[in-house]
């Protein structure tokens, strides 16, 4: 959990900057866009042309430095003494790594830095460890701080945890300089393609997109019956992808939509089970995705819209497995859609939101035509806001211009802190060579089998996803666990989403379930029984990593033909399953809720798994047998289904 989302949780959002930290924020955070469109442009004004080190010096040195003001040391008085000292002193010496980072490649200081060079290092190490713990928490702080200096006594702890020993004044210069460190891939991906889409997506929201979303969800859905909580998944998906961050999701589209639901007969539990699970889900969903996706590019050495296609069906299995239990948790509950004239027409909301459709297509063509994924946030960006000015209701006034760049400022100094830290663990294994045995001690442990392994990533990924945020968990196990997922034989897409997806588990999952406990509190209803409503609502984000990391067809990885026809019995399985779960069949009827009721229930869970399970693989049974057993399965519950219910019609005004 990051210190921002435990800050919302508690309805403690960060208090308005003081005039000053306002100013140096705004100041810091136009540098800091500007210097990115620089170098990524290849600009070279004024003959100006960094290497990426120094750039990224620069970039990280800003945004930590701006860390200390927006998380001041003492939260209710701002930004103090302190925070403005241990600012200065994180400008100054990331302006001292950026000047000499010529000098420090050419020489190799990350190995043999000179005293000057190592007593920069270790301030700046410590500055990097208070900017992970103001802005990521307590929890995160002690983990990167405990793996940035294992490399220290590595070579008298036991097998398999030993490895190569760095005294800590060799040890802080590495961190620092080396590029396999705090500014290594973490970093760079910040700084070419993470950036970007921070400001893509903070300006999309400011300048009205966030409405926009939600009219087009609420003109598509809202009149079918259970429409409010369908509007959720929508808008909540939206959101979600825009913004990253599943706390913040909840907490604007829930306010919206969580009253809706409950106006319309949604129960408050269920209400902020449904908001908490469309708003875990946005973060997984392209085009934009979280930092998270942006990271795994880099690590992946992949362009950012392979990730986007690859994370698209597991995706639109998630959602469509959310909105089939909606479905049926409405059917049987006869709740009726939003009343005639409260949702918006479709005409109406496209005739407003006409210039956010051609912003997301300036940026897909240049994402997927052109291949231009680091620029074409900024494209897109640039004329977003050539429309909100020509838009007079949308236009930026100096105070509402300086509050998006201030926002900004926030999540970009949040994510660096984060990042710089985390880089940390991974310049620990790098350092130490720890990541490569370990990768053979979890290979070792799970013998020959495969599901074994994932099952031991699937437990890992969800306890560091408890106390890490999403990102910084994700680039623990990406250099801890991925290999041996790889190594044992599975798509390195698919392993690396797989882990993207049971670290988002916890979000909905109790004892932590942070997002159901954010909705619970709108909903006013009980965090834990919302946690575990959402658990069952949410089912298939527990199963869908298992179905495309043993079937890479799922992730688009994978003949045309073999796409369509393992998504179709996928997403079939997904309906099967999701009607188990709410025992309803849609269109059919109820499966019932005696003895009877739940062995059909049962019979139809295994029926879905069987159809979006992959053959030749552990069962030891190919596709068309799977895919015949769960036919064989589904034949009666579909029967009992059809012959107690009544066909209900999609549509209830």
């Avoid at 008085?77 to 403005?84: K, S």
């Avoid at 934009?288 to 819209?305: C, H, K």
């Avoid at 013998?447 to 968990?473: E, K, P, R």
């Avoid at 991925?482 to 988002?504: C, D, K, R, S």
Wanted: net charge neutral; aromatic share 12%; proline share 5%.
């Amino acid at each position: 959990m990051d210190e921002a989302e435990r800050r919302e949780i508690a309805g403690t959002a960060p208090a308005p900057l003081p005039a000053p930290a306002r100013a140096l924020a705004i100041a810091i955070t136009l540098a800091g866009v500007a210097l990115a469109i620089h170098q990524l442009f290849n600009i070279q004004a004024f003959g100006i042309v960094l290497i990426q080190g120094a750039y990224l010096y620069i970039l990280g040195a800003a945004f930590l430095g701006l860390a200390f003001l927006v998380f001041p040391l003492r939260r209710d008085t701002g930004a103090g003494a302190i925070d403005w000292a241990l600012t200065l002193i994180a400008f100054a010496t990331g302006g001292y790594m950026a000047a000499t980072a010529n000098a420090s490649l050419e020489q190799g200081w990350e190995y043999a830095a000179p005293d000057t060079a190592r007593w920069v290092s270790i301030v700046f190490y410590l500055l990097i460890l208070e900017g992970t713990r103001r802005a990521g928490g307590l929890v995160l702080f002690l983990i990167v701080l405990a793996f940035s200096l294992y490399p220290t006594v590595a070579d008298v702890m036991p097998d398999p945890l030993n490895g190569y020993a760095s005294p800590f004044w060799d040890l802080a210069p590495y961190h620092m300089i080396s590029s396999e460190s705090s500014f290594g891939i973490p970093m760079g991906a910040f700084g070419s393609l993470v950036i970007g889409f921070i400001v893509f997506g903070a300006v999309l929201q400011h300048t009205g997109g966030g409405k926009f979303f939600n009219d087009l969800a609420l003109a598509l859905v809202g009149g079918f019956r259970g429409g409010a909580a369908k509007v959720a998944i929508f808008a909540s998906g939206f959101m979600g992808s825009m913004s990253g961050s599943v706390i913040s999701n909840v907490l604007t589209t829930g306010a919206v939509s969580i009253p809706a639901m409950k106006r319309t007969g949604f129960s408050a539990r269920y209400a902020a089970a449904t908001e908490a699970c469309a708003s875990t889900g946005g973060v997984l969903m392209p085009p934009v995705m979280g930092a998270t996706a942006f990271v795994m590019a880099s690590f992946l050495s992949r362009p950012y819209v392979d990730i986007a296609i690859a994370a698209a069906i597991p995706s639109l299995l998630f959602y469509f497995g959310l909105f089939m239990q909606i479905d049926a948790y409405a059917a049987r509950r006869g709740l009726k859609g939003l009343a005639p004239g409260e949702a918006p027409t479709l005409r109406a909301t496209f005739a407003d939101g006409w210039p956010y459709i051609a912003v997301f297509a300036v940026l897909i063509f240049f994402m997927l035509a052109l291949r231009q994924e680091t620029l074409a946030p900024f494209y897109s960006i640039a004329l977003l806001l050539v429309i909100n000015q020509l838009i007079k209701r949308q236009r930026f006034t100096f105070k509402s211009f300086g509050d998006l760049v201030v926002g900004i400022g926030r999540a970009l100094a949040e994510l660096t802190s984060v990042l710089l830290g985390v880089g940390l663990i991974v310049g620990a294994f790098s350092a130490t060579g720890l990541a490569g045995t370990l990768v053979n001690e979890l290979v070792f442990l799970a013998g020959d089998s495969t599901l074994a392994l994932l099952a031991m990533g699937a437990i890992t990924a969800f306890i560091f996803g408890m106390g890490m945020t999403v990102t910084a968990c994700y680039i623990f196990l990406a250099v801890v666990l991925a290999p041996a997922l790889t190594q044992a034989g599975l798509n390195e897409i698919a392993v690396h989403l797989f882990i993207l997806y049971w670290g988002m588990v916890s979000y909905i999952t109790p004892p932590v379930a942070l997002g159901a406990f954010a909705a619970a509190t709108i909903a006013g209803a009980g965090p834990m029984r919302s946690g575990f409503e959402a658990m069952k609502l949410g089912g298939v984000i527990y199963l869908a990593p298992f179905f495309f990391v043993l079937n890479p067809a799922l992730v688009g990885e994978a003949p045309a033909w073999e796409v369509i026809v393992t998504l179709t019995t996928a997403l079939t399985g997904v309906a099967f399953i999701s009607a188990a779960l709410q025992g309803h069949v849609s269109l059919l009827g109820d499966l019932g809720s005696d003895l009877k009721g739940m062995g059909l229930r049962v019979m139809l869970f295994f029926a879905g798994l069987a159809l979006a399970m992959p053959g030749d693989g552990e069962l030891g049974l190919d596709r068309w047998t799977l895919n015949g057993l769960g036919v064989a399965l589904a034949i009666l519950p579909l029967i009992v289904a059809r012959a107690t219910g009544s066909r209900a019609a999609p549509y209830v005004a």
